[in-house]
C-alpha cells in the first residue's frame, strides 16, 4: 500500500526566515509521481510542483526548492525568507503511474507566517 | 483557460436527503478527480472518470457515486446523506492520468 507521512502537523516562522517541510512516501513501484499543492484559507488547493520518480533532479524556482531523495524515499520543500502570503496548508501527494487519477495526500502541515 | 469550477459553493443539507454536485474540468482536460476533505481523515480520494468510465474508485459507502458527461463535466452524487458526509468536496481535472490535477475552489456541505 502506499502512504505519505508529513510529520510536521504545524510550524511557525518570523518572516523572512528559510522553512523547510518534510514528506516522506511508501511505495513498491518503481513508476511514480510526487507533489506538493497549496491550500490557502480559501480552500482551493493551489499546485506548485510534480516530480516523477525516475527524475531526482532537485529545482529551484523563486523562494521555492525542492529536494528529492529516492534512497530515503522524501521530498522536502523549502521556502527561503518566507512571508506572510506563504502562510497556507503545504500538502504532500503521491500517485502511481498506472493509477494517476489517485492523488494519495499526506496529512498536511499548516505553515504560520508572522510579521 | 478559465479554471476548473465547481457549483455550488456552499450547500446546506438534512440527514437523509441526497445532494448532487457538480464539477467543470479545464477546457481540453479529459479526466475528473473527486475528494473529500474533512478534518479527521484529511484529503480522501473518491474516483475518477476518464471518457465517461469510472477509471479508479476510493473506499468509499456505495452511497457516493457520480458520472462523466461527454464534454468532461461531471457529477457526484451522495444519497441518504449522514452528519459524517460534511466536508469540503473537491474536484480535479488533468488532460491525462498522470498528469498534473488542478482542483476546483470546491463545495463545502454541511449535514444537519
Known amino acids: 500500500a502506499q502512504k505519505v507521512t508529513q510529520a510536521q502537523t504545524e510550524i511557525s516562522v518570523v518572516e523572512k526566515e528559510d522553512v523547510t517541510l518534510d514528506c516522506v512516501y511508501e511505495t513498491r513501484d518503481t513508476t511514480y509521481y510526487l507533489f506538493w499543492y497549496k491550500q490557502p484559507p480559501s480552500g482551493e488547493l493551489v499546485f506548485l510542483i510534480r516530480?516523477?520518480?525516475?527524475?531526482?533532479q532537485n529545482e529551484i524556482s523563486g523562494r521555492y526548492s525542492w529536494n528529492f531523495q529516492k534512497s530515503t524515499s522524501s521530498f522536502n520543500f523549502t521556502i527561503t525568507a518566507s512571508q506572510v502570503v506563504d502562510s497556507a496548508v503545504y500538502f504532500c501527494?503521491?500517485?502511481?503511474?498506472?493509477?494517476?487519477?489517485?492523488?494519495?495526500f499526506g496529512q498536511g502541515t499548516e505553515l504560520s507566517v508572522k510579521p | 483557460k478559465a479554471g476548473v469550477t465547481q457549483t455550488p459553493r456552499y450547500l446546506i443539507k438534512t440527514r437523509g436527503q441526497q445532494v448532487t454536485l457538480s464539477c467543470s474540468p479545464i477546457s481540453g482536460h479529459r479526466s475528473v478527480s473527486w475528494y473529500q476533505q474533512t478534518p479527521g481523515q484529511g484529503l480522501q480520494f473518491l474516483f475518477e472518470y476518464f471518457s465517461e468510465t469510472q477509471r479508479n474508485k476510493g473506499n468509499f459507502p456505495g452511497r457516493f457515486s457520480g458520472r462523466q458527461f461527454s464534454n468532461s463535466r461531471s457529477e457526484m452524487n451522495v444519497s441518504t446523506l449522514e452528519l459524517g458526509d460534511s466536508a469540503l468536496y473537491l474536484c480535479?481535472?488533468?488532460?491525462?492520468?498522470?498528469?498534473?490535477?488542478?482542483f476546483g475552489p470546491g463545495t463545502r456541505l454541511l449535514v444537519l
Open positions: 516530480r516523477n520518480s525516475f527524475d531526482e
Open positions: 480535479a481535472s488533468s488532460q491525462i492520468s498522470p498528469e498534473t490535477q488542478y
Open positions: 501527494a503521491l500517485t502511481l503511474y498506472n493509477q494517476g487519477g489517485k492523488l494519495i
